[in-house]
């Protein structure tokens, strides 16, 4: 999987800090917004979603922040861990069952 | 142990020779799917399946087709394989009866063609 990250954007935090990784989704109408990890080597591994009717979600050290005026999605890692280490694709849907659009991904790095 | 399995897990192979690549999951899910990976394009549909016989176009379906015989096995077909096509591959499923969107990913197809 080393190859598929060449292009990614990176973000580079310290190991302790809070990492917040942002994603600008394309469709105004889509229902569910995902955000999936992806460790080296691995499948995508589902972290959190959220409905369009909320703006926020909370999970186990995660967040996720919705904005539907900007069509923007923001993933909050609190305390950010060496093993949090991995790309972060944000996904969108239309409607239940219905097909996955994903982002690009943003790499991140936690640095000791 | 509930998973996702692909195999192979790698192939080279030369362009125009028929190749099948198989997924198989054993959580009795109605819904699977099959993504390409390439670098600076993140995960892109090709096709998906809502229930057996039921098959649908994602985004990049041109050069694949599908089968979904048995709930569990959803075969990825590339019939005329093209250098294009070289890439990592994902088989998904997820389940009606819960959120859609909690897909289970399979470990991945690499994907070489001459």
């Known amino acids: 999987g080393e190859s598929v990250g060449l292009h990614l954007p990176t973000l580079s935090v310290q190991e302790g800090d809070n990492s917040i990784i942002n994603c600008a989704y394309s469709?105004?109408?889509?229902?569910?917004f995902i955000w999936y990890k992806q460790e080296s080597g691995k499948g995508p591994q589902f972290i959190i979603d959220?409905?369009?009717?909320?703006d926020k979600r909370q999970g186990q050290r995660v967040t996720v922040l919705l904005n539907k005026t900007v069509k923007h999605l923001s993933l909050q890692i609190a305390a950010t861990q060496p093993g949090d280490s991995a790309v972060y694709f944000c996904a969108e849907t239309l409607a239940f069952a219905s097909k996955l659009t994903f982002g690009t991904g943003t790499r991140l790095q936690v640095t000791l | 142990e509930a998973q996702v399995t692909q195999n192979p897990r790698y192939l080279i192979t030369v362009t125009g020779k028929k190749l099948t690549v198989t997924c198989s999951q054993n959580m009795n899910h109605e819904y699977m799917s099959w993504y390409r990976q390439d670098p600076g394009l993140g995960l892109r549909q090709i096709y998906y399946?809502?229930?057996?016989?039921?098959?649908d176009k994602g985004d990049v379906p041109e050069g694949y087709k599908v089968s979904r015989k048995e709930k569990r096995n959803f075969p990825l077909i590339l019939e005329s394989p093209s250098p294009n096509q070289t890439s990592l591959y994902f088989c998904?499923?997820?389940?009606?009866?819960?959120?859609?969107?909690?897909?289970?990913f399979g470990p991945g197809t690499r994907l070489t063609v001459l």
């Open positions: 959220i409905r369009s009717n909320m």
């Open positions: 399946s809502m229930n057996v016989e039921v098959t």
């Open positions: 998904a499923s997820s389940s009606q009866r819960e959120r859609v969107n909690t897909q289970y």
């Open positions: 469709n105004s109408a889509s229902d569910y």
